[in-house]
Nanobody, 118 residues
Framework: QVQLVESGGGLVQPGGSLRLSCVVS????????MGWFRRAPGKEREYVGA????????NYAASVKGRFTISKDNAKNTGYLQMSSLKPEDTAVYYC???????????WGQGTQVTVSS
């Protein structure tokens, strides 16, 4: 069973940056995509973006495009979400997930809290 564990969350000021990591353990990541999602207080879960694990293709939600960058290190079985120009509305619990289709992610991490506030 593949397990995903996020880390790197915390408190950051507006305009600041933060990098989240998603470490895959248990066995080699074999899904096609690693996705990133977030859930803000009182809101539904929102798709942030995804990366094709066997290549470099990335996909982003319009709300984060140009500010967030998804990358990976296959050798370390780790994915990253680099967040820049953070806004208070980016405050949420961020999750990474594994799936074989962008429409269907079926293996989730526990989430890491990101708070953007002055």
């Amino acid at each position: 069973q593949v397990q995903l564990v996020e880390s790197g969350g915390g408190l950051v000021q507006p305009g600041g940056s933060l990098r989240l990591s998603c470490v895959v353990s248990g066995r080699t990541f074999s899904s096609r995509y690693m996705g990133w999602f977030r859930r803000a207080p009182g809101k539904e879960r929102e798709y942030v973006g995804a990366i094709f694990w066997s290549g470099d293709m990335t996909n982003y939600a319009a709300s984060v495009k140009g500010r967030f960058t998804i990358s990976k290190d296959n050798a370390k079985n780790t994915g990253y979400l680099q967040m820049s120009s953070l806004k208070p509305e980016d405050t949420a619990v961020y999750y990474c997930a594994a799936g074989n289709r962008l429409e269907n992610f079926n293996n989730w991490g526990q989430g890491t809290q990101v708070t953007v506030s002055s």
